[in-house]
């Protein structure tokens, strides 16, 4: 597709694909942390040395998450670009998509939680154990159910957090994406720089403990766990910067292919290091919270996106049937695996060796992706079709309606044609 005209990149996809397999392989590690049989411990051990390595690309999750919401800011600006639909239609339809198959695991994650009777994991860390151990409430599943609002996304699926954000940014994407439509990059991206580093600001202990108003806003945020809306005014950011790489890429593709060979294997390596250990380095400033966190990731992401896009080699290896596969069912694996993980232990890990048990939990954490791709995403993806042309055909109709009234003139208000579609 020359420089990126449709909305659909299937590199862009297997990007996707990769990251969601990097989270699942982060959370079967976590599962190992804190076991007393020698060789589960000396495993775990070896991969927190081997965080400062390369290796550390394979389970980086939270690199993943922004690289979501990076991912998600492109695309969503290449469809609105393209679509030219009302902003209803557009809603619905991001609503659907991503609504049908969140409440499908969400009920599958209440009905697991309900049957454990909030049983802990005995013998396994507090991280693993947690999950599923709360009681089944109403207010829960409202809160579950309401879905954008702040509440312990850990209860029933413990990866939904990010699609709280995921939602409530995209029903504010039309705004970012008229935002980053009229301006320079830096013009584009500096109102979301400023927001997040307000939001790291009000997170730092040292500004907490000595500003009373900020430690109650922080106090208050934190009922919300990681669906906190400070959360999501940081991770507005990633989107924006998707966003302006989309608005800028027939620009950036075609100056990235001028670099001379070395100058683009050094921002490859350059956007590794980023991606993989940017967030080690905050450590050396002082900003050891979530939100300072992210910032190297997401201009890892950022480069990752132009390379997977504009570097011949790599966009040839990403577009592979198998990563193409992976990226169809990334938010199937993405959504159901915390399910298949937290089933197979609470049923087998007592009964199973988890040298065992961890390789059949991976092969069913895909073979129920592939699944669920099948009968909810799918279906999911044509009924937001369905649903999105519904909506912005009657919206279209009111509009067109509304152009052809007669003007009032019983007040002497004057009617300006078109004022109706603004």
Known sequence: MSEMSSSRIEAFDSLRGLAACTVVFAHLIQVLQGQTDRLYATFFDWTQIAVFTPLYVLWQSQAAVVLFFTLSGFVLYLLLDKARRPMAGYAVKRLVRLYVPYAAAVMVGLVGAYGVAGETLSGFNEWI??????????????????????????????????????MRISLLFPLIFWWVRGRPWWGALLPFV??????????????????????????????????AYVLTVHYLLPFAIGATLAHHRQVLLPAYRRLAPRTRVLLGVLAF????????????????????????????????????AAEPG??????????????????????????????????????????????????????VA????????????????????????IQQRLMRSRLSAPAAVDNGADYEPGAGMR
């Open 194 to 227: 400023l927001a997040s580093v307000a939001m790291a600001l009000i997170g730092q202990p040292a500004v907490q403990e000595h500003v009373a108003w900020v430690d109650a806003l922080t106090g208050w945020v934190d009922r919300g766990g990681l669906t």
């Open 370 to 393: 592939e699944l669920a791709y099948r009968t909810l995403e799918r279906p999911a993806i044509r009924l937001s079709a369905r649903a999105g042309d519904r909506v912005a055909g």
């Open 129 to 166: 154990s947690k999950f599923w151990s709360w009681p089944v409430t109403w207010q829960a599943v409202a809160e579950h159910a309401a879905f954008l609002g702040q509440f312990n996304a850990d209860r029933y699926d413990f990866t939904i957090w990010t699609l709280v954000h995921e």
């Open 273 to 308: 290091l980023l991606y993989v250990h940017g967030s080690q380095a905050m450590h050396v400033f002082g900003l050891a919270t979530l939100v300072p966190y992210d910032w190297p990731l997401m201009l890892g992401a950022a480069l990752l996106l132009i390379a997977a």
């Open 314 to 367: 790599l966009r040839r290896r990403l577009e592979h049937p198998a990563l193409c596969y992976l990226g169809r069912i990334s938010y199937s694996l993405y959504l159901f695996h915390p399910l298949v993980l937290l089933a197979m232990l609470h049923l087998f890990a007592h009964r199973v060796p988890l040298v065992i048990l961890l390789p059949i939990i991976l092969l069913m954490m895909f073979a």
